[in-house]
């Protein structure tokens, strides 16, 4: 029955010229994610409003999950357009739509007209009073509600005339590509992907890595972040994910380091690592998934002498949330099912039993000396070896 959606976005904080930008980021947006739906669309942008309207038959259902994946849209309006023919039938389509859009008719509504198009015969409140009496005629259980009605059913009069009353959320946000570019380190743990689906969230494009350690890491290993990529990709757009061999860097730092502090010095190299992919890429900062105390590496201690190689800012989206409601946004957002498959992280295979938890810099840069003959050397060949995959929705 609907034949275009209009879109409603925040304007809160989109002024001047950003405006335009967000606008026109958020068309191009909407057209990418409508692409992938059985249907063809045309998105545009008319009178400060968006609409993506239906060029032909579309499913309804894959539609509207298309658009809540896109950033910046708060609401997502399902629109029937009517060629105008005249009062009577106008009168006639919008009892037809109440009928067919809304299952139970106990229920206080009232009519919201908007004349766009000032040619028309009748004034927006002569409208509205007459659609009002044309549907308590036919719907004796509805009743008007001007201040607080259950449905609020809005007529515009344009070149066509537009009906709509629902009101679907949107993801909030804003659209991707008006915030530059970052680099997440995605794991397979549950925290990285949401922490890249925040920060893609407020506007950033999204670039990723992955650190893997084969043999001592599976295929299946590698599969699995490269799925999660894809439900990053989702909603962030098509994601430049790196996959860096580490096993030589850990298995020499297991070789020359004291084990407690492995874990902490193999952390520094990946931080490292992926700042020069990050440098590479034109991205503004790096992204990761801890959170305060949730494990050794993620004390305020740990994460001091992590950063303190990083020359980018680290964007920690999770630092102050607990395992639940990370747990909550990763099933919402459809990461938790995969993120859970149990595969082997290369962090978890050369884990010391009593890693330290409050590490002291001068003692990491002191046991950093004994990588002097090769970390350069084995740094070098991560880089030089490293496969990029190009992974879309
Ligand atoms: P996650 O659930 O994201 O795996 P975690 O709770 O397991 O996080 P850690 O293993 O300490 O925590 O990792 C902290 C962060 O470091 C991760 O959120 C991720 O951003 C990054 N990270 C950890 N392992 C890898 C890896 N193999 N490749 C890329 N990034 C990683
Ligand atoms: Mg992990």
Not at 199 to 225: C, N, W
Not at 242 to 267: A, G, S, W
Not at 279 to 301: F, H, N, P, Y
């Amino acid at each position: 029955m609907y034949q275009a959606f209009l879109i409603k976005y925040g304007e809160i904080g989109v002024k001047g010229k950003n405006r335009h930008i967000f606008e026109d980021t958020l068309v191009s947006q909407t057209a990418n994610a409508l692409k992938s739906v059985d249907g063809a669309f045309t998105v545009r942008k008319e009178n400060g409003r968006i609409y993506a309207e239906a060029q032909a038959e579309f499913d309804f259902a894959e539609t509207v999950e298309a658009l809540t994946c896109v950033f910046g849209i708060v609401g997502i309006c399902p629109v029937v357009l009517v060629e105008d023919e005249g009062f009577e039938k106008l009168a006639e389509t919008v009892i037809s739509y109440v009928q067919k859009a809304f299952p139970r008719h106990d229920v206080t509504f009232k009519v919201v007209t908007r004349r766009a198009r000032k040619n028309y015969p009748m004034e927006s409140m002569e409208v509205s009073a007459a659609l009002g009496e044309r549907l308590l005629e036919a719907f004796p259980q509805l009743k008007v509600d001007v201040h607080n009605p259950q449905i609020t059913l809005h007529v515009e009069i344009r070149n066509k005339i537009n009906l709509y009353s629902q009101v679907i959320p949107g993801p909030g946000g804003m659209p991707v590509g008006t915030a530059g570019r970052a680099m997440l380190l995605l794991s397979g743990g549950i925290d990285s992907p949401v922490a890249g689906y925040m920060i893609a969230k407020r506007g950033v494009k999204i670039d990723a890595v992955y650190f893997h350690a084969p043999p001592y890491t599976s295929e299946r290993a590698k599969q699995k972040v490269v799925d999660l990529a894809k439900e990053i990709a989702k909603y962030a757009g098509p994601i430049r994910l790196h996959v860096v061999n580490f096993t030589e860097i850990q298995l020499y730092i297991y070789d020359k380091c004291p084990h407690d502090q492995l874990t902490i010095i193999m952390r520094r190299y990946m931080m490292k690592l992926a700042e020069h992919f990050a440098a590479e890429d034109e991205d503004l900062g790096l992204i990761t998934g801890e959170s305060i105390g949730q494990v050794a590496s993620q004390t305020m201690q740990s994460m001091a002498v992590t950063n303190e190689v990083c020359t980018m800012p680290v964007y920690r989206p999770l630092i102050g949330f607990d395992k639940q409601d990370i747990v909550d946004i990763a099933q919402k957002i459809g990461t938790y099912e995969t993120s859970i498959l149990p595969f082997e992280d290369c962090c978890t295979i050369f884990v010391a039993k009593h890693p330290v938890t409050k590490p002291n810099l001068k003692s990491i840069l002191k046991s950093e000396t004994h990588l002097k003959e090769r970390i350069e050397a084995l740094f070098q060949e991560a880089v030089d070896t490293a496969q990029t995959i190009r992974v879309e929705a």
